[in-house]
């Protein structure tokens, strides 16, 4: 599992970039264990966003 940053490091693009990635469903990532699911309200505030490594590659691979 991958921090935002390192996320943006490898695809080169900055972490904002990645947020909205996240928000609207093109990266798959989990909060806290939970998976983030696109266009649903946000459950609260805090928890630190994961991403799998399986979802770097496939992007890497595109």
Do not use: C, F, N
Not at 35 to 50: C, E, H, K
């Amino acid at each position: 599992m991958l921090r935002v940053k390192e996320v943006a490091a490898r695809l080169k693009v900055h972490p904002s970039t990645v947020y909205r990635w996240v928000k609207i469903g093109r990266l798959q990532a989990y909060r806290y264990g939970r998976l983030v699911t696109p266009g649903a309200p946000d459950s609260g505030p805090g928890g630190a966003i994961r991403i799998p490594e399986s979802e770097v590659k496939g992007h890497l691979a595109a």
